[in-house]
């Protein structure tokens, strides 16, 4: 009952009217941050946190938080709309979002982001309140090994997103994880396959490369085949609320995606250094897995959209909760939070709560209060949102190449990014010509860099022993889910051969 | 030549590279994965798939690209790559309205004042968002924006 | 349509060449008495939010706010490569008297470590601000009481014991190998990517030791999820007077972590002048004496461009000795 009054207490603060004032203005501009491709939240919390340091604190990190989580929200929109996601959490969404808008159901495809974003925050911040400081703890126990394990399931799994043939699928995964290779490595410091490039150095930009792989692959597609487009608009419905709501059947398939991928997501959000990406990305492999027609995935499924952006947002919500409790940030974001805190004086770590029990808890329910105006905010914008499939292509094919141009520049301030994208809109173009799955590529990108750090971090742990990975608890079980789940196939069909044995034999 | 083939051919010279870059880089040192852990393994993988992505084409010989298809996506791209080096003398904002403009009048065949609508709002909704309120740091030209 | 493209990548072209011929030469120089006339940038070779960017805001306000020049600074973040990206940028501009670039101690060793053509020493040396300080921690309740501890366990047990730092090449990776040679052990550094991991690290029992600032530890330290064996600074720290430095605990070991200021490649003289006399004001106000050095238990330390420049000529020597004893200098 504790808890409770904690949360009565901090509902006392979050509800003074200056500080709904400022959730919202900053999950607003969250959520137009998100939306502008290539801007994420760390840019948008970096620019407003000088501008905070007059306020009084808590007003000050409300503000800064419900820009965090509005901005989850926001990357769905371009995602959706014109395929480019907005940041790298919504690249995920773009897979299912923009084919749904293609159909014309582009309405339906935000509303359901938005309502996912809702669910998935909600959900992540009730766990953030019940049990928000004993997870930190617990995500602890994610070292190098269980990371190594993780990535291993997740890429096993890549199985699913291989498209019809599984060949040309395995060579984009395999072909992401070369180009993940990249860069200068984080264990030997030597600089790897740059070919004398020092903006190779980080290693491919990942952004200004989805933007390209998305954005402006679409463009050449539309070029080259305008003969296909001419005369065909993008379908757009009529601008009102009421026909962007999702059908039962919609709400049905994925009122269950939507629970599952919170509670993925919140934990994942937890993980020292991973985020509200490598949570989408999870889920919608979860999805992909799970699924009873998972061949609907990436053609336009409307449960795709829901996975990805309930986890992100609940990621977004569950890096608060070592940040708080530990004092450690999860992410790029919530390290310039904890730069803010400190100039505050306020110190985050265990004695935060009993300390300022105030700050803390109004903060958390501060976020009740700013996820719910943030998402009704989003959902009576989608008749203005939708405006945008109304400018004809010819007019759109230019805008959107100047928004890749934009978006790619503005993450790193650097012109070279401009020619990774046009690079990537042409391996974009060539993969979707030639049917080579473009998630497969893009999973193995993401998660490439940390696999090798991590393997190389435990080899260096155990030095030299393999066992590494089966002497701890949560790595094996994550190695033997993973074995299970390649073993599946095979064994189904192996069963199924069984059971066709008898059976001919009957008929002999 | 069809494109898988050319996919087939490409990855078999891009895994090859990686794999024999990845030994030199150190496949196995002390005592663990070194540098070139991940490309000798997946250089391998791609040049094995990549193989067997060439036997298929020799039984389906798979879709090709028209010379127009190519020449019509290298066109856009060099549009865009021309467009990123004027962004240098004349300033982001700049070029991409030229490019906005250029593109609206010769591929889409709209008058000049059609564009300009369309071109001149984008642009100064782009700089607002982008400079004044973002203040991202992009390329400047002789006019001082 | 393949026509009506090649008409619009030709007139982009003509574009190109034209403005080219006309933005060509329209540099001209700044005469000195009226320096600076326009914008100063100032490059952070680091990402948004990190320690380079805090201090370059902090910087920047203060001479906005007191008016020390008479043209604002603006701060540029160019990161990516350890700092590699945004120094390459600032390389290539010899001579411009209006761009400045921040350098810290780990752009001093990355360059080394990867060979690398541009080096700290390459940029024109205006000014240091401050020094930064490096803890070693453990666990409360880890076995290692002091530094002694490490080491005896470290005799026994050569290679065995596990420490948490960011990066290769880095700050925590130079103190690692000062620490080792002081102490005559071997331990198994494990970089990380960035301070908030490596904490996670040692709190997770993923390794025994980690290196962190000051300010990345504050709070865990405040809540006593971790404890300071030690700071690698000449003697012990203001803010932390009980933390025994590693020299009174009988190692020879001192690193600290420079914060300065250089410019341009060939920078005019009279620019790094001025430049300078601003960055000293600036270390003399209340505002940065107590909203930035304290609150990130900073050593407050100004040093003029000659200063400056035979600190960065010390530290090449002297990191190139530590990242040899690594095996990190590349042949």
């Avoid at chain 1, 808890?3 to 400022?22: E, S």
């Avoid at chain 1, 309140?129 to 997870?135: I, W």
């Avoid at chain 1, 609320?241 to 937890?270: E, K, M, N, Q």
């Amino acid at each position: 009952m504790e808890i409770w009054n904690y949360l009565l207490l901090g509902f006392g603060q979050a509800l003074q009217p200056v500080n709904v004032l400022f959730a919202f203005l900053g999950g607003l501009m969250g959520v137009i941050v998100g939306a502008l491709p290539g801007l994420g939240s760390v840019a948008g919390v970096a620019l407003l946190l000088p501008l905070t340091f007059k306020m009084n604190p808590a007003t000050a990190i409300i503000m800064l938080a419900a820009l965090y989580y509005g901005n989850m929200f926001g990357g769905s929109i371009s995602a959706i709309l014109i395929n480019i996601p907005g940041d790298s959490p919504g690249v995920m969404t773009a897979l299912d979002g923009n084919q749904l808008a293609k159909q014309g159901r582009a309405g339906q495809a935000l509303f359901m982001a938005f309502s996912a974003s809702f669910c998935g925050g909600l959900i992540g911040i009730i766990i953030l309140t019940l049990m928000g400081p004993l997870l930190a703890f617990f995500g602890l126990k994610f070292g190098p090994p269980e990371f190594a394990s993780l990535i291993v399931l997740a890429l096993t799994s890549i199985g699913w997103l291989l498209g019809d043939n599984p060949v040309k699928g395995v060579i984009a995964g395999a072909v992401g994880l070369l180009l993940a290779t990249i860069g200068v490595d984080m264990i030997q410091g030597q600089p790897r396959f740059t070919f004398g490039l020092v903006n190779l150095s980080a290693g491919v930009p990942f952004i200004p490369f989805v933007i390209g792989l998305f954005g402006l692959s679409q463009v050449l597609l539309m070029q080259a085949h305008s003969e296909e487009f001419a005369g065909k608009e993008n379908p757009y419905q009529k601008l009102s609320l009421s026909s962007s709501f999702p059908t039962p059947a919609d709400w049905a398939r994925s009122a269950w995606t939507i629970v599952r991928s919170a509670f993925l997501g919140f934990y994942i959000g937890l993980l020292p250094g991973s985020g509200a990406t490598t949570a989408a990305f999870l889920s919608y492999i979860a999805e992909k897995r799970l699924n009873r027609n998972p061949e609907r995935l990436g053609k336009g499924a409307i449960e795709g959209v829901a996975a990805s952006e309930a986890a992100n947002n609940a990621a977004s919500i569950g890096a608060f909760a070592p940040l708080l409790s530990l004092g450690i940030p999860g992410s790029g974001t919530t390290a310039i939070l904890l730069g803010g805190l400190m100039m505050w004086g306020l110190t985050p770590g265990p004695l935060l709560f009993k300390e300022e029990p105030q700050f803390v808890w109004g903060l958390i329910a501060s976020m009740y209060v700013g996820n719910l105006l943030v998402a009704i905010t989003c959902i009576l914008a989608i008749p203005f949102l939708v405006y945008v499939l109304k400018v004809p292509r010819s007019v759109l094919a230019p805008i959107i190449v100047v928004i890749c141009l934009l978006g790619a520049y503005s993450v790193n301030n650097s012109v070279f990014d401009l020619w990774v994208m046009i690079f990537a809109g042409l391996l974009g173009y060539f993969m979707n010509r030639f049917s080579f799955p473009i998630p497969a590529l893009v999973l193995s990108l993401v998660l490439g860099p940390r696999l090798q750090t991590s393997i190389r971090q435990s080899f260096m742990m155990s030095h030299g022993s393999a066992l590494i990975f089966l002497n701890r608890p949560i790595s094996l079980s994550l190695l033997l889910i993973a074995f299970i789940l390649t073993l599946l196939p095979a064994l189904s069909a192996w069963q199924k051969k069984r059971r066709s044995a008898p059976a001919a034999e009957a008929t002999r | 030549m069809s494109g898988d083939r050319l996919a087939a051919v490409v990855s078999f010279v891009v895994g090859l590279y990686w794999f024999l870059q990845g030994l030199a880089y150190g496949y196995w040192i002390d005592m663990g994965p070194g540098p070139g852990f991940i490309p000798v393994l997946f250089g391998s993988l791609t040049v094995i798939l990549s193989i067997s992505l060439f036997l298929q084409t020799l039984r389906h010989k798979g879709a090709t690209m028209s010379a127009g298809e190519v020449r019509t996506i290298l066109l856009v791209s060099a549009a865009v790559g021309v467009t990123i080096f004027l962004m240098h003398i004349l300033g982001a904002f700049t070029s991409l309205g030229l490019f906005l403009v250029a593109w609206l009048c010769l591929l889409e065949h709209y008058p000049l004042l059609a564009a300009l609508k369309i071109a001149v709002p984008t642009i100064l909704v782009a700089y607002l968002v982008f400079i004044v309120w973002l203040q991202v740091p992009f390329p400047k030209g002789f006019f001082g924006f | 349509m393949t026509k009506r493209l090649f008409s619009l990548v030709a007139v982009l072209m003509v574009l190109l060449i034209v403005a080219g011929c006309a933005g060509g030469g329209s540099q001209q120089a700044t005469p000195e008495a009226k320096y600076p006339e326009k914008p100063i940038t100032y490059v952070v070779p680091w990402g948004a939010g990190g320690g380079s960017d805090v201090m370059a805001r902090m910087v920047v306000d203060i001479i906005q706010q007191n008016k020390f020049l008479p043209q604002p600074v603006v701060v540029v973040n160019k990161p990516g490569g350890s700092g590699a990206i945004g120094m390459n940028e600032v390389a290539q501009k010899k001579g411009d008297p209006y761009t400045i670039i921040g350098i810290v101690s780990g752009q001093i060793s990355t360059p080394i470590t990867t060979n690398a053509p541009v080096k700290a020493s390459t940029f024109k040396p205006i000014a240091a601000l401050a020094l930064d300080e490096f803890f070693l921690l453990a666990k409360p309740d880890s076995q290692f009481k002091s530094l002694k501890d490490v080491v005896d366990y470290a005799k026994a047990n050569p290679g065995k014991l596990t420490i948490g730092g960011t990066g290769t090449g880095s700050e925590d990776h130079m103190c690692t190998g000062l620490f080792q040679k002081a102490a005559g052990i071997k331990l198994e550094y494990i970089p990380f990517d960035g301070g908030g991991e490596t904490i996670s690290a040692l709190l997770g029992g993923h390794v025994q030791l980690a290196w962190a600032n000051p300010s990345e530890c504050a709070s865990q330290l405040k809540g006593g999820l971790v404890k300071v064996l030690g700071v690698m600074a000449p003697e012990r720290l203001k803010a932390y007077p009980d933390i025994p430095t590693f020299r009174e605990q009988g190692y020879d070991a001192v690193f600290r972590q420079i914060r300065a200021i250089s410019g341009a490649p060939d920078m005019p003289d009279y620019a790094v002048k001025k430049i300078a006399e601003a960055l000293k004001k600036v270390t003399e106000t209340e505002r940065w004496q107590k909203d930035y050095i304290e609150k990130n238990a900073l050593t407050s330390q100004y040093l003029g461009p000659e200063e400056y420049a035979k600190a960065i000529a010390e530290a090449e020597k002297q990191y190139t000795e530590i990242l040899t004893d690594l095996g990190l200098v590349k042949k």
